[in-house]
């Protein structure tokens, strides 16, 4: 990259995403400088290791660095300072239990609070920054919540620029998006925003309203929920009707004009299902527990520890850790199903979902309708 292109790039907010893209710039040939209130970012930076799986990080960290500082150097030296800090819903909206039947918003407390102190050291150093949020959030919440933060701060030039990136993936969806979608607050921000954006990839820089961008945003999220549910719902019905889930669904996948693309369009495992006993063991944090004493600790540290466990655990999925937003109980007073393989053995209630292959198909059933023959693919 020429000195001409090259630029000081910011994050308040080094977590599962701002670290990753971080990274992925500073491999552009930018200046990057970041802060986060957990500390123990830095130590991952200066040791050159994370504690979590995403790809590439730490391959970058060997080459490329993030210069962690306080938020008075970053307003100081940035041209463009990006805010990916975490907006989270209560556990209960996971997906990993029945969704209750009232409706709550994100919580925007820490974002907020981000805000909130960026522009207040702007306002004291008097210089036009560019601040670009990119934390997920409903449609009106930057005019009803970050709005009012900043009414009296003319030297804050706000953007709002959600991304789209699955974690574990992050650098390289980061890297090659399918294009930038950019909610416009202020002119100079966005042609800033968007010069920089050329230094890092050739996709379509796509401007629009701030609300607009905001609905965007959750609209594709909850459009890919769709296609997993509705491939699953056609497997479903091939496993209803004896028809194959992989030649119906690779058929539908042809259907390129109209059905639009074939990514997340593919029967498999969704979220929740029944039970496992108490006794079941999991790995979780690279310790193994039993789910009763899981129960126990979550409820106990959940507020102040991270409990991540292997997707191998119960989708065929090696290459991620995800977080554990909740561990429930229920009463249950039906037929309890074991079921056993060469190196391990579960016992389910009879409304746990397992995939499973029969007669050279992949389906997911509930445990009481597996057969003898069928092979498992999580035991």
């Excluded at 000081?8 to 802060?35: E, Q, T």
């Excluded at 294009?179 to 890092?200: C, H, Q, R, S, W």
């Amino acid at each position: 990259m020429s000195m001409k292109n090259k630029m000081n790039i910011g994050f308040l907010g080094l977590g599962k995403l701002g670290l990753p893209c971080a990274l992925a710039i500073a491999s552009k040939g930018h200046n990057v400088y970041g802060y986060d209130i957990d500390q123990n970012v830095k130590k991952y930076i200066e040791e050159k290791r994370i504690p979590y799986r995403e790809e590439r990080v730490e391959e970058l960290l060997q080459y490329y660095t993030v210069h962690f500082t306080d938020i008075e150097n970053i307003v100081n030296f940035s041209d463009i300072i990006f805010v990916p800090i975490q907006t989270p819903h209560e556990y209960k909206y996971e997906g990993c239990t029945r969704i209750p039947d009232e409706r709550d918003d994100f919580s925007y407390e820490w974002l907020k609070t981000g805000i909130k102190e960026l522009s207040d050291v702007i306002k004291m150093q008097s210089k036009d920054k560019v601040v670009v949020i990119i934390s997920t959030v409903l449609p009106g919440t930057i005019e009803r919540e970050i709005k009012p933060i900043i009414k009296d701060n003319e030297k804050l030039k706000l953007c709002y620029n959600p991304f789209f990136i699955a974690m574990g993936t992050t650098v390289n969806d980061f890297l090659n998006p399918e294009f930038v979608l950019f909610g416009v607050d202020d002119e100079y921000a966005a042609n800033l925003t968007e010069k920089f954006y050329k230094t890092i990839h050739d996709k379509p820089f796509y401007k629009t309203d701030i609300i607009n961008a905001e609905l965007i945003k959750v609209c594709y999220n909850t459009f890919i929920g769709m296609k997993i549910v509705y491939a699953n719902t056609i497997m479903e019905i091939c496993h209803k009707t004896g028809a194959d889930v992989d030649q119906v669904i690779n058929g539908i996948k042809l259907a390129t004009d109209r059905v639009i693309s074939t990514k997340y369009l593919s029967g498999g495992m969704g979220d929740g299902g029944g039970c496992v006993l108490p006794s079941f063991e999991i790995n979780v944090n690279n310790k193994i527990y039993n789910i009763k004493n899981l129960y126990d600790e979550f409820r106990k540290n959940s507020k102040n520890e991270t409990y991540l466990v292997d997707s191998a655990n119960y989708t065929c999925n090696t290459k991620q850790q995800k977080k554990i937003y909740a561990v429930t109980t229920r009463k249950y007073k039906g037929k309890l199903y074991t079921f056993k393989t060469k190196d391990k053995e579960i016992t389910v209630t009879g409304d746990h979902l397992i995939p499973i292959e029969r007669n050279n198909k992949r389906i997911i059933i509930r445990s009481d309708e597996i057969k003898k023959g069928d092979k498992l693919f999580i035991l």
